[in-house]
């Protein structure tokens, strides 16, 4: 790592930053202490701090191997997972990268650091030395270090590896580096408030029947894009009210929470469409919220298949995208016009909607195609 770091080297780095990396990969690298792939890993590390996080774009910041990069969180969501966090000691048992260490510990007096990839560790080291921040750093595997330790901790972050890469497999909390389910009894009993970062991919009834002392699961979504859950376990918490909280950063929608139960207990409303139409956000969808949000927020789903709801009073309160919308016929769809178009329990998809009235994408009007309870429709936003 030292070798990287000097002036000529990191000159070097700095005049290829726009260079196409694939090229530069096949240049023989002008320095014979360090090879081209180091060089190239460290141009990749700025593109990519560039976008998740911003805060390392610093002099003499070294970046790990592609893996480790694509394994840590984003700068935007390990602050919004820091909020509301603080106390004496923290330990994240799964650094890595240390992005979410660094922020989720910002408000810690004692922040202890464990992580079994050596070369790795350094590198969070040498970083956090540069940002002027300490830690214990403690190069082991974290069920030795929970083995041995007899220390309690105010909080106690875990974001387990995956296994494998098996794309569509049913994602189990085994499938996981460390195994969660092996090791919960004695993360609950080291700290008083342990937190997971888990794949959205997870079922939340799932997670709710085998994890121990889950009080609150978080589902985040950007932009719309649901990119984890964090699950909250407090010591000696009885279920089974488990409270769910939706959030969609990057955007003006407000959050939903309510308590896992309450949905079992809710029915929806149903009616015709009505001057509002309401698009429930990813992080709602995920939660699985679909009659209590109507309960709660007094709107009413057109039909028990399509999770659209409507209102003649708009409700600014819910977390997804509003529309004022009309009905029409078919007929008024006219020819070469540009739509965004949705299509939802609905017999046509997008591209056949678009070949069938001639129309294309864009323009700042939505078509949506759905279904109420009394047959097709098409709704036109205003
Ligand atoms: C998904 S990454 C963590 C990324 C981190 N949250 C960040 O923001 O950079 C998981 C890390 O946990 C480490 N890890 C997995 N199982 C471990 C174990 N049993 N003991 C110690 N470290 C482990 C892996 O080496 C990997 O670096």
């Keep these: 790592m030292k070798n990287i770091l000097t002036k000529e080297i990191q000159n070097y780095i700095n005049a290829n930053l726009k260079t196409d990396l694939h090229s530069l990969l096949l240049k023989k690298s002008p320095f014979p202490e360090v090879s081209m792939l180091e060089i190239v890993q460290q141009i990749k590390g700025r593109k990519v701090a560039d976008k998740k996080f911003p805060f390392l774009l610093k002099e003499n910041i070294v970046f790990p191997p592609n893996l480790n990069l694509e394994q840590a969180s984003s700068q935007a969501t390990a602050l919004f997972k820091?909020?509301?966090?603080?106390?004496?000691?923290?330990?994240?048992?799964?650094?890595?990268?240390?992005?979410d260490a660094f922020f989720l510990s910002d408000n810690f007096v004692e922040v202890t650091l464990v992580e079994q990839n050596t070369?790795?560790?350094?590198?969070?080291?040498?970083n956090w030395n540069i940002l002027g921040r300490k830690a214990n750093f403690i190069n082991e595997n974290l069920e030795i270090f929970?083995?041995?330790?007899?220390?309690?901790?105010d909080l106690i972050y875990l974001d387990p590896a995956r296994r494998d890469d098996e794309k569509n497999k049913k994602f189990l909390l085994e499938d996981l580096s460390p195994n969660l389910l092996e090791i919960q009894e004695r993360l609950l009993d080291a700290g008083k408030e342990v937190i997971i970062k888990l794949s959205p991919l997870v079922d939340i009834s799932?997670?709710?029947?085998?994890l121990k002392g889950l009080s609150e699961i978080k589902i985040i979504a950007a932009k719309n894009e649901v990119k984890e859950l964090l699950v909250v376990l407090n010591h000696g918490k009885e279920k089974p009210d488990v409270k769910i909280s939706c959030y969609n950063l990057e955007s003006t929608e407000p959050s939903f929470s309510f308590n896992f139960n309450e949905e079992k207990n809710a029915h929806s409303e149903f009616s015709e469409p009505l001057k509002f139409l309401y698009i429930p956000n990813n992080a709602v969808l995920?939660?699985?919220?679909?009659?209590?949000?109507?309960?709660?927020?007094?709107?009413?789903?057109?039909?028990p298949n399509t999770h659209f709801y409507s209102s003649d009073v708009l409700e600014e309160a819910f977390p997804g995208r509003i529309l004022s919308v009309d009905i029409i016929e078919s007929k008024q769809i006219k020819k070469g016009e540009k739509f965004?178009?949705?299509?939802?329990?609905?017999?046509?998809?997008?591209?056949?909607?678009?070949k069938k009235y001639k129309?294309?994408?864009?323009?700042?009007?939505?078509?949506i195609f759905t279904q109420s309870r009394k047959g097709k429709i098409i709704l036109k936003s205003l």
């Design 82 to 99: 820091a909020t509301n966090l603080k106390g004496k000691k923290f330990l994240d048992l799964t650094c890595g990268f240390g992005i």
């Design 119 to 126: 070369e790795l560790l350094e590198t969070v080291q040498h």
């Design 146 to 153: 929970l083995n041995r330790s007899t220390e309690k901790f």
């Design 206 to 210: 799932y997670l709710i029947s085998v």
């Design 286 to 303: 995920k939660s699985g919220a679909f009659n209590l949000i109507s309960k709660k927020l007094g709107v009413k789903k057109l039909h």
């Design 340 to 354: 965004n178009i949705i299509s939802k329990n609905y017999p046509l998809t997008p591209d056949e909607i678009k």
């Design 359 to 367: 129309i294309s994408d864009g323009g700042t009007c939505y078509l």
